[in-house]
């Protein structure tokens, strides 16, 4: 196969296109920037002019490099312009006949060995690339967002794709700078395929009264680490954009978490789209900084606790006598006279606690639990877990005194799995399924997570530090509440659980 020198780049006036081309110049190509849109091509060359300013500014690149960079990135609206081109990467619309047809009307044009690669985010690459008469040169190149400063590529090949075509263009990623990982023609690759759907479970957990989109948030940036909640990471993507995606995937897999959560839809059709209307699940809304003064606590404890560990401090600030009292282990004595009464969870509701009363339940007793992943120590967020009739002034003496002692409390309804496990768990089983079906590698698997997501780590080396009996125990527990095949225990947490049962 013959070293790629030129380099297509379709749609190359739109977000994605316009990105890649940056990419392909900076790292010495010939760049031909090919789109039916003229005006948006001159856009895209200024922004790549600002770009490669902005890069010499900070000292990330030399000013000969932006000049040869620039000098080889060249703009056309006519298709015979990548005549030249070893390698034609497409980012025109997400749409099967118009990728299609505009691999079909390249085929001719190109010479033999030119690979083509597109860039969609949910389509299939087999799909695209049938009837183009090179089935055997087509990849899939998925880049992330925004394509000039991300480096992962989610590289597959489509099922007729030969090995060396696949070789080829997977070095020539590496020769532009990127980090290529492998994965198959499969509904949204690994990125996507983890993130629309937790995202969806997100606004199910909004839908099911679970907690307020930034309790949600909050939760799961302290207990996971991510940069961004799920919520306000959707309405950074859009509400619509988020549809689109159900709708390419869940009519293909089938999987009931991929499709469209009903209350997305109704904010769609009420104009909440996120950032780009204004109005979202967050849009124009800070996380609220921890407030208020601390309130003491006194603990009663019958043993180990998950939450504080042996050594945690803070367990040693217990004061005799307090407003609100804190159970470790022990069954707890109701006394009305308490500010509040935190209970300490498992995989257990606070119901199994205090009794039900359909729709009454609520005194001054709260449960709380600190996300743990398994093994790990525990992380800084508490849940604080609330019964319908909870006392306001109970939540906010428990909130005092966690904040009071540099915690941060999300605040949620008495449901299984509170919001970190909830949330998480379905991911970590996808995650586990992936790795049994082959379509990655368990290091790809969380090298996406982390340079595609900006996720502290990925969810194998997760699970497998949290332990996967954990895992299993975890999700047993969910699976028998809410029966969602999301919650079943993967294979490999079966097996962990049964091995360390001696099963
Ligand atoms: N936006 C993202 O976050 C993202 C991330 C990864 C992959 N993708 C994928 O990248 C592709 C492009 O998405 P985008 O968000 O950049 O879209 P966009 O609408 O911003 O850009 C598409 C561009 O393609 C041009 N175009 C359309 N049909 C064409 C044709 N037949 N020939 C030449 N040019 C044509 C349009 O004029 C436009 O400039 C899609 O397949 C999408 O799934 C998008």
């Known amino acids: 196969m013959s070293a790629i020198r030129r380099v297509g780049v379709c749609g190359a006036g739109g977000t994605m296109g316009s990105g890649i081309a940056i990419v392909s110049a900076r790292a010495g190509f010939e760049t031909v920037a090919y789109d039916l849109d003229a005006d948006a091509l001159a856009g895209a060359r200024a922004g790549a002019e600002r770009f490669f300013a902005q890069s010499v500014e900070r000292g990330k690149l030399g000013e000969a490099e932006r000049d040869a960079a620039l000098a080889g990135l060249s703009e056309t609206t006519r298709l015979e312009a990548l005549a030249e081109c070893d390698l034609v990467i497409e980012a025109v619309f997400e749409d099967l006949s118009t990728k299609r047809e505009l691999f079909r009307r390249l085929d001719p044009i190109c010479p033999e060995h030119t690979l083509f690669a597109s860039n969609t985010s949910t389509l299939s690459i087999s799909e695209i690339a049938s009837g ?146 204004g109005r979202g699940f967050r849009a124009g809304e800070e996380d609220a900084p921890p407030g208020g003064e601390a309130e003491a606590y006194e603990i009663v404890s019958a043993g180990p606790s998950r939450s504080f560990p042996e050594g945690d401090a803070f367990p040693a600030r217990s004061t005799p006598g307090a407003g609100v009292a804190v159970y470790l282990g022990a069954p707890h004595v109701p006394d009305p006279k308490r500010r509040a009464i935190l209970i300490e969870l498992g995989t257990e509701c606070l119901g199994a606690h205090t009794g ?148």
């Not at 930034?214 to 940069?227: Q, S, T």
């Not at 992936?434 to 090298?447: M, N, S, T, V």
């Open 356 to 503: 039900e009363g359909y729709g009454e339940e609520g005194s001054n007793v709260l449960g709380f639990a600190r996300y743990r992943n398994g093994d790990d120590p525990p992380s800084d967020l508490v849940e604080l877990v609330r019964q319908p009739a909870s006392d306001p002034r109970a939540i906010d003496a428990a909130r005092a005194a966690f904040e009071g002692a540099g915690l941060q409390v999300a605040v949620c309804a008495d449901q299984a799995g509170r919001i970190g496990d909830r949330l998480v768990r379905p991911k970590y089983n996808d995650a586990l399924r992936f790795l049994d079906e082959g379509r990655a590698a368990a290091k790809d698997i969380d090298l996406t997570c982390r340079l595609g997501l900006s996720y502290p780590d990925g969810p194998v080396e997760r699970i497998e530090r949290g332990g996967l009996a954990h895992h299993h125990d975890v999700t047993q527990a969910l699976f028998e509440v809410y029966g969602t095949p999301g919650y079943a225990p993967a294979r490999r947490a079966r097996v962990a659980r049964q091995r360390a049962s001696g099963g």
């Open 132 to 277: 183009c008469g090179r089935e055997d040169r087509v990849v899939g190149m998925h880049f992330c967002l925004p394509a000039q400063l991300m480096k992962l590529i989610e590289m597959s090949p489509g099922l007729n794709t030969s090995e060396a075509s696949f070789r080829s263009a997977w070095e020539w990623t590496e020769r532009a700078g990127q980090t290529p990982v492998r994965t198959q023609d499969t509904p949204g690759f690994i990125l996507n395929a983890f993130v629309v759907p937790f995202n969806n479970d997100a606004i199910r957990a909004v839908e099911a009264g679970v907690a307020e989109p930034a309790e949600i948030d909050k939760a799961v940036k302290a207990a996971l680490g991510y940069r961004m909640g799920p919520l306000e990471l959707l309405d950074m993507v859009g509400l619509d954009t988020q549809v689109r995606l159900c709708e390419a995937f869940h009519p293909v897999t089938l999987d009931p978490r991929a499709a469209a959560p009903p209350l997305l839809r109704r904010m769609v059709a009420a104009g909440r789209l996120g950032r780009k209307s």
